[in-house]
């Protein structure tokens, strides 16, 4: 019998948490002897993403583990893939209308909602309970993860009556998080801080908010990597609800 194979195909490459977990996965498959074959980068484009599903299943991999991008419109993508007899396991976010051990095996995904609640608390305690807040979020409201951590973002609000959510913007791209963040400031000078869903808008807000001279907006987000540990070692981004990326590569890899 040839080598099993196993194909990656991420939401995108641009974070440390992508990174992590394709060398996770790939280090304890290679421990029981499967090969990663293909890692793809989407770019956070569904279209994209489902032409490289679809190169997956040609090159006829035995599991492709994936980071959907927006589960309600990609169920037709991965289905395909579970069709061609490949065992699918989903990473932080599953696609709708697909049945667990049924069309794919399992999914892996940290507690987002706490994470993103502890962040906010944080926030909320550096602003002292009082004032205005912005949310920075991801344009795919049925990304599973990302709706978590807007949830508990939104709980942890809840339960302080002093503090009000005056502005929310979307982003597709991290980088759109910085014309976002200035416009959000601009049009809403009152606001003490902002949660960004991840690591890489929390990054683009710290830089926007600095550009208008405003280093005391606070800043948390969700996602520790090398990069935003060093942003909480310089105090630009007050704290962040972490994941474990290594070894949520590592559980995947194991299912």
């Known amino acids: 019998a040839g080598r099993s194979t196993a194909g990656i195909a991420t939401q995108a490459l641009d974070t440390p948490w992508n990174a992590l977990q394709v060398e996770a996965i790939t280090a304890t498959l290679g421990r029981y002897g499967v090969e990663v074959v293909a890692v793809t980068d989407a770019a956070q484009n569904p279209a994209r993403q489902a032409i490289q ?8 991999v035995n599991v492709v583990f994936s980071v959907p991008i927006d589960p309600a419109s990609q169920t037709a993508a991965y289905k395909r893939v579970s069709a061609a007899g ?18 794919y095996v399992t999914v892996v995904a940290s ?27 991801y344009f795919y409201e049925s990304y599973y993860s990302v709706a978590a951590r807007r949830e508990g ?6 339960a302080h009556p002093g503090v009000r959510l005056a502005a929310t913007d979307r982003f597709t791209q991290p980088r759109e998080a910085y014309e976002k963040t200035i416009a959000m400031l601009q049009a809403h000078p009152g606001i003490k801080g902002i949660f960004a869903v991840w690591g890489d808008p929390a990054m683009q807000a710290v830089a926007a908010a600095k550009a208008l001279g405003r280093s005391d907006v606070v800043i948390t987000t969700s996602d520790l990597g090398s990069d ?28």
């Open 53 to 60: 599903l679809a190169g997956m299943i040609d090159r006829k």
């Open 111 to 137: 507690d987002n909602e706490k994470n993103a609640a502890y962040a906010t608390e944080e926030l909320i305690k550096a602003i002292g309970g009082q004032g205005e807040v912005g949310l920075l979020t």
């Open 153 to 158: 973002f939104l709980k942890a609000l809840a």
């Open 228 to 255: 935003t540990a060093m942003y909480v070692a310089r105090g630009e981004i007050l704290a962040i609800g972490a994941q474990l990326p290594y070894d949520l590569g590592v559980a995947e890899a194991n299912a």
């Open 86 to 103: 490949i065992k699918l396991v989903f990473m932080d976010n599953v696609v709708h209308n697909m049945a667990p051990g049924k069309d």
